[in-house]
């Protein structure tokens, strides 16, 4: 298939379209480069810098079989303090993208949700028919996105799946996570690992869990990327499907420190802070609805192998 990929000098949108360019399909990365690297864009791509707004219409109008759509805005706290960037980034930016879709006939849509939609969960595992009462303004625009998605699907024919990620985590080779703005457990406690970092701070540990830190569900990158392949041959005229995408298995901040420390080597400091806000106990996908559909089953479900993967890029990244 010829593919668009938005946001593929990303983080997971460059695994992503790495894995695309593998299994054979032709890739164009779309990336205004305001948090993605040119660099991260994979051998075999055609690179198009500039935003959704100024090339969506013109790019789509030479006839693609699809999009996959990762270019957003995704830092919680910013999100709160400054909505607008979140809603026009998000939002705005994501309708103009349907809309040009529409206007030049391109079938499918795999849309980067999260399991930000939720908010604080009802009941663990989260299925995808868990309440959608998201906390943050980030978890709010993607809802949002995923709400004008359904309704495009409809009414249009649009061929749509979104995927909710749960926490992604990992690396693939020479693509891996690299932020201006560090917010993410794993790449920090990485940071101290390679001395970037004094020391790490453990937000709480006295919440309702087996050893008082909270515990999230860490799926490895590569796994995450091949869902997507997964979900694009599965895609149905008319249809907007939704999949939770998580390891299944949930690990406490500590049991990440721990992993760290193991795969590292380094004795990692790390200090109890307060609580963060807007941080539930507890977020654990279930992802039966993606195993039993899409056929899809995460094969790098180990903690340290993650770990590990991740290490090996913040490494590499530090030889460059
Ligand atoms: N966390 C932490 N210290 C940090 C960063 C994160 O204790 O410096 C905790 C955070 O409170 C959460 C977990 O690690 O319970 C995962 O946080 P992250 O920001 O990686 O992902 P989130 O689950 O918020 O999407």
Redesign the pocket.
């Known amino acids: 298939m010829k593919l668009l990929v938005t946001g593929g000098a990303g983080y997971v949108g460059s695994v992503c379209a790495a894995r695309l360019v593998e299994s054979g399909h032709e890739v164009v990365v779309l990336d205004d480069l305001s948090t993605g690297h040119a660099d991260a864009a994979p051998d075999g791509v055609r690179l198009v810098e500039a935003g959704i707004d100024d090339a969506i219409g013109d790019l789509l109008a030479e006839g693609f079989d699809g999009v996959l759509h990762f270019a957003a805005k995704s830092l919680?706290g910013e999100s709160m303090l400054d909505p607008a960037k979140y809603w026009q980034g998000n939002v705005v930016t994501s309708l103009r993208l349907l809309d040009a879709m529409r206007e030049h006939g391109t079938p499918r849509l795999v849309f980067s949700s999260t399991?930000?939609t939720y908010g604080e969960p009802e009941q663990v595992p989260i299925a995808e028919t868990a309440p959608t009462r998201p906390t943050n303004t980030y978890g709010a625009t993607k809802l949002a996105i995923d709400h004008a998605i359904t309704s495009y699907a409809a009414a249009h024919g649009l061929a749509a799946v979104s995927l909710r990620y749960?926490?992604v985590a990992g690396a693939y080779g020479r693509f891996g996570e690299r932020h201006g703005v560090e917010?993410?457990?794993?790449p920090?406690?990485l940071q101290v690992a390679s001395g970037r970092r004094e020391r790490?701070?453990?937000?709480?540990d006295d919440w309702p869990t087996d050893d008082g830190?909270?515990?999230?569900d860490y799926i490895h990158v590569v796994d995450l990327a091949d869902a997507h392949l997964r979900a694009l041959e599965h895609a149905a005229a008319g249809e907007h499907r939704i999949y939770n995408l998580g390891n299944g298995l949930g690990f406490s901040?500590k049991q990440?420190i721990d992993a760290c420390r193991e795969v590292t080597g380094h004795p990692i400091p790390a200090d109890v802070?307060p609580?963060?806000a807007g941080?539930p106990a507890v977020?654990v996908a279930s992802s039966e609805k993606a195993r039993t559909e899409l056929g899809w089953k995460p094969e790098r479900v180990d903690l340290a192998g993650i770990v590990r993967d991740a290490w090996d890029f913040t490494r590499s990244q530090q030889g460059a």
């Open positions: 919680v399991a930000a749960f926490n917010t993410h457990l794993i920090i406690v790490v701070q453990v937000y709480g830190t909270c515990v999230r901040v990440v802070a609580r963060r941080d977020l």
